[in-house]
């Protein structure tokens, strides 16, 4: 499997992440070894990822990762420094796997730099210095440290713009065989060193003093067309064995060509679907230290209780060869008790050793071993053949009773275990059951929704985003509507001077919904549209405007008779999925959907349901719902029957 991104890999991101420039840096999550995620607000595009994943892989994410609540010192550094700068140039250094991204900020340029090489590292660099860096380490020629000039990487052959001449320069200079010459000397790495002598015809094994001018000729020519796909026309491809991907690159390899391949839109996404495998690999052979140090204990117990079951056994079993072989044990234990009354103990061993079934004896202990009906057994000569045996089987309860104790041990590490692995798999369940949120877009910190002919309708949430939304958003080309009541919020159709009649009345409903009439359960209410010059902030004489209030000045446009319903339902926008909660017309042709209504139940209780069917965090659901309790009074959602999955509309 592939291990770490080539140059190759590196530039066609590069390429990728050059919709980045422009966008502000928003948030900056840490965690893990080597795990940073950048948030950025992209103009246009809504938020965007930019992920360094365990200090090698670099791409945009297709679903965030899950970031920490809190976070750590390295992220709020940088969150200190570069929060909402703006993104510059975004380039590749030299053809080395080293990227970096400019940012700017009222007070300065910094440089934020990803190095994919040695270990991987995160640094930010302002005015050549380094202020701080996610890995902190010392080489010979250089040092990443807090308060050191930063000195980038030994800059490496470029193989993007050398000439022919630079190249057989480089390739000359190399004594090794004609693919090492490339991957090194030239710079291409191993797998577009081979990719290289395929297209050209040269064996990769060919020593370099061996390849003529013809040869190299050829090799440039091929190098010429790798680089002009990477870099003029990328197609980024995954390789699959058995089904799962094996390689990547931003091209169709030859080198390749046994394998599956797969096209996919961009490197990140080839990269994101990678990493899920990566992850999912981690995740089967991943076994949690405690879960670890407990099957160590059990195996450690298995074999203690079973060397006690068979120490026991071995006892028993000698307890019952003395009685067997009764009188030969009777007999030698009788002699040997006499000899040694008289007899110095090299002779009494002299003696006893004559016996044939004899095979040790040990005087200073009172012991002799002796091979009794088919079993080597010790006895204590000073005693006799009844209490020798009953010895034995003490000997053998003794070690019961420990094998007793330690099968309770091992049971009880069992439950442990099995208690553990349940909590484990509980976690991993709820872990696989959690929904992901969809893609997040700048309109979000604010209520909206998307009219059926494309516009923007945006609401504010409270007075701080009232006044927000109006300072902000509200241009020219733009209209303004309102609720007839106390208590509601700003609303803005964008490009709304081109919106038909109808558009301009599900704003005016959106407005209305939106307001306390919702939470006074009203059962249809007013509201009217404005012209953009037609809201001030400035009071008439004697008046005070509070925040999140405007004055309307000239003719209002009313829309009467407006109802309190609204639907929640699936959406696309630029290609993303999204949640919506609007007026019933903009849904039109959806096949999943709810319509809600003011109600008297627990709004908390129907957007956890919502949540679920429509799979996403319930908090997607929540900060779209209108204020109040929320009452579901139907639903449109596919059949369950395969053989009819046309949709369906039920009427509570």
Known sequence: MKKEMSSFDVRAVVTELSVLEGAHMDKIFHWGAGNVLFRLNVSGEGKKELFFKDKKWLFSPEVKPETPTQPTSFASFLRKYVDNARVGKVRQAGFDRVVEMELTKSDGDYLLIFEMFGGGNVLLVKDGKILNCLIHKTW????????????????RFDPTDSTMEQFVEAFRSSDSDCVRTLATAVNLGGQYAEEVCRRAGVGKNTPSAEVDDAMLRGLYDAMRDVMSHVLDAPVPTAYLEDGHIEDFAPMELLSREGLESKRYETMSKVISAYMEEISDAEEEAFVDPEVEKLNRRISKQEETLDEYRMQCDEERARAEAVYMDYQKANELLTVLQQQSQRLNWEKLTDGAMKIPFVKAIDPSKHTVTAVLGGQTVVLDYTKGVDANASDLYQKGKEVGE???RAEEALEASRAELAKKQKGIDRARALAAAKAQPTKQFWFERYKWFLTPGGRLVIAGRDAHTNDNIVKKHLKEGDLYAHADVHGAPSVIVKDGAKASEQELREACQFALVQSKAWVAALSEGSAFWVYPDQVSKTPNPGEFVPRGAFIIRGKRNYEYHLPMR?????????????VMCGPEDCFEGCERMFLIAPGRGKSGRKSSE????????????SRILPPGDVEIVGEVWPRDEPEDERPFIITL
Do not use: H, N, W
């Open 140 to 155: 010979r020629d250089r040092a990443t440290r807090p308060g050191e000039d930063y000195c980038p990487p030994k800059s």
């Open 610 to 621: 919502m949540a679920k069917r429509f799979q996403v965090p319930e908090e997607e659901i």
């Open 402 to 404: 420990k094998a007793k």
């Open 566 to 578: 609204l639907a929640v339902g699936e959406v696309y926008y630029q290609g993303a999925r999204k």
